[in-house]
């Protein structure tokens, strides 16, 4: 009864390297959202996926991040060149296709990001 | 723009001292609310959705309420155990399903 997997729990990288980060969501959950939390601020909506599919980027900077959820394997949330400013926790919830037994969205342990 | 709003930011409370934590909301159309617990370090705990005012949920010795315009989240007689940062989220519908949330409430309970 696995719940939602990040790897890796941590990541250090220096400025302009790539991060890449990955998301298995719980067992039956089809529908994947990426959230990032900056220190002393809020969780902040970045991505919704369905397999192969992107649904919602609102929340996504328009440069240098990019997210996937293949058919097969983990979704990534992939950060370009990174900076000092993408230093965060990035989480990862799931939730199944249909709604029958709420909406909530369960949410993995994070992946916190340092940019040195 | 949809927004939450919960207060007070940390609470402080004695072992047995029961009080409540608040989230005030605007959303275009509310399709439900939702309460975590997050500890340091690690990711957010789901432990109740509410939907329509008037609507209330129990877990041990947490109630959550929700009005039209906010909902409370009711610890009764805490322990030190309890004490985490207690997240208000809302998703709005007729949209996507992204979760805007609050900034939390840090709750410290002293033996």
């Known amino acids: 009864n696995a719940g939602v997997m990040q790897n890796p729990r941590h990541l250090v990288r220096r400025r302009g390297q790539e991060a890449r980060l990955r998301c298995s969501p719980m067992?039956?959950?089809?529908?994947v959202y990426w959230y990032r939390q900056l220190p002393e601020e809020g969780l902040k909506f970045m991505v919704y996926l369905q397999k192969e599919n992107i649904i919602d980027e609102s929340g996504m900077p328009k440069e240098r991040f990019s997210a996937e959820f293949p058919k097969e394997g983990p979704s990534i949330l992939r950060i370009q060149q990174v900076v000092r400013g993408d230093s965060a926790a990035y989480f990862c919830a799931s939730s199944p296709a249909t709604a029958q037994g709420g909406y909530e969205q369960y949410f993995g342990p994070g992946t916190r990001l340092t940019v040195t | 723009e949809d927004q939450v709003t919960q207060s007070p930011e940390a609470l402080r409370l004695q072992e047995g001292e029961s009080s409540s934590l608040n989230c005030s909301y605007t959303v275009s159309g509310l399709r439900g609310l939702f309460w975590y617990r997050q500890d340091p370090g690690k990711g957010p705990e789901f432990l109740f959705t509410l939907y329509s005012a008037g609507e209330e949920k129990e877990k041990e010795r947490l109630k959550a309420t929700l009005t039209k315009k906010e909902s409370f989240l009711h610890i009764t007689a805490p322990k030190p155990e309890d004490s985490a940062t207690y997240l208000c989220?809302?998703?709005?519908?007729?949209?996507?399903?992204?979760?805007?949330f609050g900034t939390g409430t840090r709750l410290l309970v002293s033996p």
């Open positions: 067992k039956g959950h089809s529908h």
């Open positions: 989220a809302v998703q709005a519908t007729g949209g996507f399903q992204k979760l805007v």
